[in-house]
């Protein structure tokens, strides 16, 4: 994507983040951030931190779904598909099963800790083969295995209220989040970020093989360590700062490669500033909607990636025939 396309993207963003600072049940004009006027506090200590997650969740989720899009060279590849978010997703239904949620910190950190172990398990079961192959199948077992624990949790919960809370959490959604929840995803979105930046070269050799890549110096061992730990870091910090928000990964690739062209290192930025110009609009969006409560940001985003992945499917086959 040539740098008009990039510079409109960024504005894009930014207008998106304006939008969300000022959406809401109650509307509050931007002329209100002002120390002298009491609305201020409704975007100092709701509004942005909001906003700033949705950006940083936005970015990381379309990011990671680029980078997998093209280690795998499948254009239906998405983040969950390496048990990191199902993984994310199980560590925190443990906090909320063993009422470890109370405290606010833990809950992320078991978040994290369920991201850490299916990166440690996906590096395990694959080997230091770093067959793309074994590497799919690897991480389509932790997914599946994640899903049934965290399905098992819901209906042994010791209560209805643990369960409501579980399936509540799993929807995903950014209300009630403060400056905390940005200290605990930004840094972490950050790293995993710089760690798939560093995949575009080698992303590009792939495109021609295996063996071609690595005749141009790709170390394929070096390549799956990187995708494997910039994925955990950036969506493990999504789903510890958000729950599962999916699809992201999916659609935003897709959006931006007629634009960017369909060489994997040339959309890696497009797709972060695409992924976080669509979370953050479909987030003002929800606040937007007038619903007796507010609609739950994962549920909004999987009734758009629904559509899309079976178009997608439709496109393929017709392509194919």
Not at 84 to 94: L, R
Not at 199 to 216: F, I, K, N, V
Not at 246 to 255: E, N, S
Request: glycine share 10%; proline share 5%; net charge positive.
């Amino acid at each position: 994507m040539n740098r008009l396309g990039l510079f409109l993207l960024l504005i894009g963003c930014l207008a998106a983040a304006a939008l969300s600072v000022a959406a809401g049940k109650v509307w509050v004009p931007l002329d209100a951030w002002t120390a002298a006027d009491p609305r201020s506090i409704i975007i100092v200590e709701l509004r942005l931190p909001r906003t700033v997650l949705a950006l940083t969740i936005g970015a990381a989720l379309g990011l990671s779904g680029a980078v997998m899009q093209g280690y795998l060279r499948n254009p239906l590849a998405d983040p969950g598909l390496l048990g990191v978010s199902p993984g994310a997703a199980f560590g925190a239904v443990m906090s909320l099963y063993f009422g470890y949620a109370a405290q606010a910190w833990l809950l992320p950190i078991f978040a994290l800790a369920g991201a850490a172990t299916a990166m440690a398990l996906l590096a395990l079961i694959a080997g230091r083969s770093a067959s793309l192959v074994l590497f799919t199948l690897a991480g389509l077992v932790i997914t599946n295995i994640a899903g049934s624990l965290t399905a098992l949790a819901i209906s042994l919960a010791p209560t209805p209220f643990v369960a409501s809370e579980i399936i509540t959490w799993l929807n995903g959604a950014l209300t009630d989040r403060s400056w905390d929840d940005v200290k605990l995803a930004l840094p972490l979105a950050l790293a995993g970020a710089a760690i798939l930046a560093t995949t575009a070269r080698s992303l590009d050799a792939l495109t021609l093989g295996e063996g071609a890549a690595r005749s141009m110096g790709v170390d394929p061992r070096r390549l799956q360590a990187a995708v494997i730990a910039g994925t955990a870091l950036t969506v493990g910090a999504s789903v510890a700062a958000a729950g599962v928000i999916g699809f992201i990964g999916l659609m935003v690739p897709h959006l931006v490669r007629p634009f960017a062209g369909n060489r994997p290192g040339a959309i890696l930025l497009p797709s972060a500033l695409g992924g976080a110009l669509l979370l953050t609009l479909a987030d003002a969006m929800v606040r937007i909607a007038p619903t007796v409560s507010e609609l739950r940001l994962g549920i909004v985003m999987s009734m758009l990636g629904g559509p899309f992945f079976l178009a997608l499917l439709l496109r393929m086959r017709k392509g194919l025939a």
